[in-house]
């Protein structure tokens, strides 16, 4: 089955790096991904892994996946005021039929205090 | 901007009632899918069309249903509506159908059933 599990909240001092991490289910899932949600807006895509990949850097953004303990972890480094918001986790697991869907985590809501 | 566009962008409605959300998909991108979220049960995936065709199938209620057009945008009915409908439904968008394609999320519609 499909299940993403996500811690909460998380507070940060701006400046410092911010850990978010998540835990999913479905070993089939070919891609993970980070969607942030500022408030009243819509889910903003910011990277994806693919399953077969370690870890990916892009530019203040590292993520990082233990395939064996299906743990995917996101860290913003120097985190900003700006990146206060909800973080979701999802994957993406093959359906038979050839469809698409991604199952979210429950997300995770930054705050960044000065 | 994801280049994914949804109308209207707020709804407020009684229960009984019929609504209908509309969804236009990046330029190029043959696959729409349709997510709610909601405080208690998160984001969920409701149904993907490709190209005209369902290929997807979430946790979408017997009320709810959904279509694409040839024109490829996309509109989610709901139908009888309660209470518990009140919720945020995302469109997205992506190229192609498969578990490989990144998924771009529109704004939102906000529906209130009162």
């Known amino acids: 089955g499909e299940d993403v599990e996500q811690s909460l909240f998380l507070s940060v001092r701006e400046g410092d790096s911010s850990v978010i991490n998540c835990t999913y289910t479905?070993?089939?899932?070919?891609?993970l991904y980070w969607y942030k949600q500022e408030p009243g807006a819509g889910l903003q895509l910011l990277t994806y892994?693919?399953?077969?990949?370690d870890m990916k850097q892009d530019q203040r953004l590292t993520v990082l996946l233990n395939k064996k303990d299906k743990h995917l972890s996101l860290r913003i480094a120097d985190t900003q005021t700006g990146d206060s918001a909800i973080y979701f986790c999802a994957e993406s697991p093959i359906l038979t039929g050839g469809g698409n869907k991604l199952t979210f985590g429950t997300g995770t809501q930054l705050k960044v205090e000065l | 901007d994801s280049g994914v566009t949804q109308t209207p962008k707020h709804l407020i409605t009684a229960t009984g009632q019929r609504v209908t959300l509309r969804c236009s998909p990046r330029?190029?991108?043959?696959?729409v899918y349709w997510y709610q979220q909601s405080l208690d049960q998160g984001l969920q995936f409701l149904i993907q069309?490709?190209?005209?065709?369902?290929?997807a199938k979430g946790n979408i209620l017997e009320r709810f249903s959904a279509q694409q057009f040839p024109d490829l945008h996309s509109e989610l009915n709901l139908s009888s509506l309660e209470l518990g409908d009140s919720a945020l439904y995302f469109c997205?968008?992506?190229?192609?159908?498969?578990?490989?394609?990144?998924?771009?999320f529109g704004p939102g519609t906000r529906l209130t059933v009162l």
């Open positions: 069309y490709y190209n005209g065709e369902e290929r």
């Open positions: 330029s190029g991108d043959l696959s």
């Open positions: 479905d070993s089939s899932s070919t891609y």
């Open positions: 892994i693919f399953s077969n990949m």
């Open positions: 997205a968008s992506s190229t192609r159908s498969g578990g490989t394609d990144t998924q771009y």
